[in-house]
C-alpha cells in the first residue's frame, strides 16, 4: 500500500503540480494545459517518463475526457445529455468507481478487489487529496481519473458562476 498526495491548489505554478508521499518526496510532476476549456493533464514520474495523460475526448462536442495509460483509454468521464443540470458518468472497460466521487470520496475496484481509493484531506500543506494504492498496477489509472474529475468540477463551477 501506498499513500500519496496532490495539494488541490498549487500557487507556486499554475500549470505545473506535483503528487507527494507523506514524507514529502515528490514522485510525480503534472503539467496542465488548456484544450478549448477543458484542463487536460500529462503525468510524469522522476525519469520524465510519461505515465498518464488526460485529454479531450476527440470528436466529442460535450465536455468529455479520456484518462490514457499505455495509449489505452482507461476511463471516460462524459457530461450527460441532461439538459436539466450538469451530471457526468464515468465508463471503463475494467475498473468501477463507488461511492461519492463528486465529492472526491472513491473507491476504485476491479471486480471484488479494491485497487484504490481517493479522498480529501486536510494536511500540513493544505487541501488535499489523499490518494491510497493498494495494487500498484492501478496508480496511474487512480491518479488520471482525479484530475479528470478535478477538471469536470471546475467546469461545473465555472458554469455556476456564469449564472
Not at 134 to 151: N, Q, V, Y
Request: glycine content about 4%; some cysteine.
Amino acid at each position: 500500500m501506498r499513500q500519496l498526495f496532490m495539494l488541490k491548489e498549487d500557487y507556486t505554478n499554475e500549470n505545473k503540480r506535483e503528487i507527494i508521499t507523506r514524507d514529502g518526496d515528490k514522485i510525480y510532476t503534472i503539467e496542465c494545459f488548456d484544450d478549448n476549456g477543458l484542463a487536460c493533464y500529462s503525468v510524469y514520474n522522476n525519469k520524465q517518463e510519461e505515465i498518464v495523460r488526460v485529454e479531450k475526448h476527440i470528436g466529442s462536442t460535450i465536455p468529455c475526457l479520456d484518462v490514457v495509460v499505455d495509449e489505452r483509454i482507461v476511463f471516460t468521464v462524459e457530461q450527460s445529455e441532461s439538459i436539466s443540470k450538469m451530471s457526468f458518468q464515468i465508463t471503463s472497460d475494467d475498473l468501477e468507481v463507488y461511492d461519492d466521487w463528486w465529492s472526491m470520496d472513491f473507491d476504485i475496484m476491479s471486480g471484488y478487489r479494491k485497487v484504490s481509493k481517493v479522498r480529501n484531506r486536510w494536511t500540513g500543506l493544505g487541501d488535499a487529496y489523499e490518494i491510497t494504492v493498494f495494487e500498484k498496477s492501478s496508480e496511474p489509472e487512480t491518479i488520471g481519473l482525479m484530475l479528470a474529475l478535478d477538471s469536470v468540477k471546475k467546469i461545473e463551477a465555472n458554469m455556476k458562476s456564469v449564472k
